[in-house]
């Protein structure tokens, strides 16, 4: 009676236990599914040689490559001893007809083997010697020297492995081929119906296909299978989220049309844009609904995001509710709350002295606030007297209650974890309705895949008045007078009654590798000795005591202090008007979009904002010219397009790094943006007449094991 082998099967009984540890020790890999899973990243064809001049130092390649020359030297060992004998170095140089590669081995003196015009497969780790690239010990595998597997197929596309220097690519192959040949039973997890209707085949033929391809067709037939599989699966589980929102219950939090929100809106200084009245518009009938309201509110930098924000939490106080407001650091908190409580006016102040006859409170909540404050804070939530509590993690404390949370907005969605999100939810009796806000602005097929069970609502345009920035890259290598020029720009503001912005990418403290990078207490203490010496500079950054950081932030907006020397803390949230000159040290250690952010905190009043972004990156390379782009364009959406293509997916997504490996192998947020829309529409179809999957268990366990991921992170986005 044979064994039974699905894709759950573990490996060791098929592979043997040897084997299965180095599979799992070097991939993950415990599984027939993981193995199987384990797709080839090219194929080599006959007579289709890897093109040898563009392998990278360091990289773990498998070649293919025909022998050209094969020499012998002698060597004296260290420590003594006579040349010759075993101490042997053996030199072959493989060639695909324009490049070379040597192939050097120590004490291995290859002979017929080895001969000029031998066609082979190579693998090692590409390093440079004496300006030639060379594999040091590769591993190899000639075909026409016996191994009669490797000749049988040889007319088929090779397929090449991902391979490590314990799991080389052709044994990988060799695995996978005895896992094919042991496999009984295979359960698709796309339906038939979305199979025939993309005209895709089976998981049991795109296995085989994939694996043991005859011919160019089946490996990409199989590959348009896989990449759709990977969309439809994420998709499906986005539609489920969506599906579970729509019949979940929330309290409606209709308009009052002569509550607090009506008489905000009355004593705004300013007229709101077309884009943020349509997006509010969408807002307003979502917190009427009796379904909680999940939207994303994405926008350039200074779009006006937090407005909309503050008229929806005023609205659902009128309805009877509270809102909770959660930024990433106590500085955006810190920023938020000054900023509510100017915009409202007297309408922040309920029960006090002067306060208006329509009016809330409004309270902040941060890990090292003062005892009394904290406890005030506390108290107020819990009894109602505010109705907006604006906080960072400390909201999520288990001692923070609110009398009836009806609505929660979380700023820059990217910085917070499934369970961080969840426990401010958690704490209304009734599913409160939530607005997330980012000022990174996404990608329409990113935006499909992270942000996928949420509404998306987007603001493109800036607010009237708003002052152009003008960006410089200031190569402080080669053209050092362009930064002791930046140095003077600054003090030519400064003098006009300006303020301005100095960002360094580290503190000072770290560890040594980001050694060549200039650390903040360094470039602090340069400034005031040096080109900037008898202004008013001040820093500010993470590690300081909340105490020190309002201190800071609330002397700069003030305009007691003229330079505020930072850290990224800056990047989001702060407003300061009069600022109108941003440096940033080092700009190649940020991202495009990070760099966009960080100049969006200039130009915010009625002068014009310039951003000099200071780096010793070369021209023409890849850090140079992503600064070049940055300095090219002030649109957002832009930037966010060109980062996202120099970005790796699991960074797109979000996905840990630290081990977790990502279910989409095949797909690419980046360019599979078509794919992806099917995919969305296919399963809503699906889920749609079978919310619980009851009917396709095999699709069930696809979704349940991504939920049950570390992917469930950037997923979760309630």
Not at 48 to 58: F, G, H, N, P, V
Not at 121 to 140: I, S
Not at 253 to 282: I, K, M, N, S
Not at 328 to 348: F, M, N
Request: hydrophobic share 40%; glycine share 8%; charged share 25%.
């Amino acid at each position: 009676m044979s064994t039974r082998v699905t894709l759950g099967t573990k490996l060791d009984g098929i592979l043997g236990a040897k084997t299965t540890k180095v599979l799992g020790t070097s991939f993950g890999i415990g599984t027939v599914d993981a193995l199987l899973r384990h797709y080839p990243r090219r194929y080599a064809e006959r007579g289709d040689l890897t093109d040898l001049s563009k392998l990278q130092a360091d990289e773990h390649v498998t070649v293919m490559a025909r022998v050209e020359t094969v020499h012998n030297y002698n060597f004296r060992p260290k420590g003594g001893g006579r040349p010759g004998g075993r101490n042997v170095r053996t030199e072959v140089v493989v060639t695909d007809g324009t490049g070379k590669l040597t192939l050097t081995f120590f004490r291995q003196p290859w002979r017929g083997q080895m001969a000029p015009g031998t066609l082979g497969f190579f693998a090692g780790k590409v390093n440079v010697y004496r300006g030639k690239r060379q594999l040091l010990h590769p591993d190899c595998m000639i075909p026409e020297a016996g191994d009669a597997e490797a000749l049988a197929s040889f007319g088929a596309p090779v397929p090449i492995y991902p391979a490590t220097a314990q799991m080389s690519s052709w044994t990988i192959r060799r695995c996978v081929d005895m896992v094919l040949a042991a496999l009984t039973e295979v359960d698709d997890p796309l339906p038939a119906s979305v199979r025939e209707r993309q005209d895709l085949w089976d998981l049991k033929d795109s296995l085989r296909a994939i694996h043991q391809p005859r011919n160019t067709s089946d490996y990409l037939k199989a590959r348009k299978r896989f990449t759709y599989e990977e969309a439809f699966v994420v998709q499906a589980v986005l539609a489920r989220r969506r599906h579970a929102t729509a019949v979940a219950s929330a309290v409606p939090r209709p308009p009052l049309p002569d509550g607090l929100r009506a008489a905000f809106e009355r004593q705004l200084p300013f007229e709101l844009t077309a884009g943020q009245h349509d997006v509010f518009a969408d807002v307003t009938a979502d917190l009427a609904r009796h379904h909680p309201m999940y939207r994303l509110l994405q926008g350039e930098v200074g779009s006006g995001k937090t407005i909309v924000a503050l008229l929806a939490m005023l609205q659902v106080i009128d309805a009877g509710g509270q809102a909770a407001l959660l930024a990433p650091t106590e500085v955006l908190a810190q920023q938020h709350h000054r900023s509510i409580t100017a915009l409202l006016g007297d309408l922040a102040y309920a029960g006090m002295l002067g306060a208006g006859d329509l009016s809330t409170r409004v309270r902040l909540l941060t890990g090292s606030m003062a005892a009394k404050a904290r406890r005030e804070s506390l108290l107020d939530a819990a009894s109602g007297e505010a109705g907006i509590v604006v906080g960072t993690h400390a909201l999520l404390e288990d001692r923070v209650q609110f009398a009836e949370l009806g609505l929660v907005v979380v700023d820059e969605q990217h910085r917070f974890g499934v369970e961080q999100r969840a426990a401010l939810s958690q704490k209304a009796a009734v599913q409160p309705h939530v607005l997330v806000m980012t000022a990174t602005p996404i990608p329409r097929t990113v935006a499909m895949t992270v942000f996928g069970d949420l509404e998306t609502s987007t603001l493109s345009e800036l607010p009237l008045g708003r002052q152009p920035i003008q960006t410089t890259v200031v190569p402080a290598r080669d053209k050092p007078a362009w930064l002791e020029r930046g140095w003077e720009r600054v003090r030519e503001e400064v003098e006009r009654g300006r303020q301005a912005y100095v960002v360094c990418a580290r503190i000072g403290d770290e560890a040594s590798e980001a050694a060549e990078t200039r650390a903040l207490v360094e470039v602090f203490d340069e400034l005031r000795e040096g080109p900037l010496q008898g202004l008013r500079v001040t820093m500010l950054h993470g590690r300081m005591s909340a105490e020190d950081k309002d201190a800071a932030m609330t002397s700069f907006a003030a305009h007691d202090t003229d330079v505020l020397v930072a850290t990224t803390v800056i990047e989001v949230g702060v407003d300061v008007p009069n600022a109108t000159v941003m440096v940033v040290m080092d700009a190649d250690r940020f991202g495009m979009s990070q760099l966009h952010q960080l100049r969006g905190r200039v130009g915010r009043g009625s002068e014009a904002g310039l951003c000099l972004l200071v780096s010793a990156a070369e021209a023409g390379t890849p850090a140079r010219e992503r600064l070049d782009a940055v300095a090219a364009t002030g649109d957002g959406f832009v930037l966010a397009g060109l980062d996202i293509e120099l970005r790796r997916e699991g960074d797109v997504l979000g996905v840990s790094q630290s081990g977790a490996r990502s279910s989409l192998r095949l797909l690419s947020i980046v360019h599979d943006g078509d794919v992806i829309a099917e995919a969305r529409e296919d399963a809503r179809e699906i889920v749609s007449a079978d919310p619980t999957l009851a009917g396709h268990p095999a699709l069930s366990e696809a979704v349940l094991a991504i939920e049950l991921s570390n992917q469930a992170d950037y997923l979760d986005k309630s």
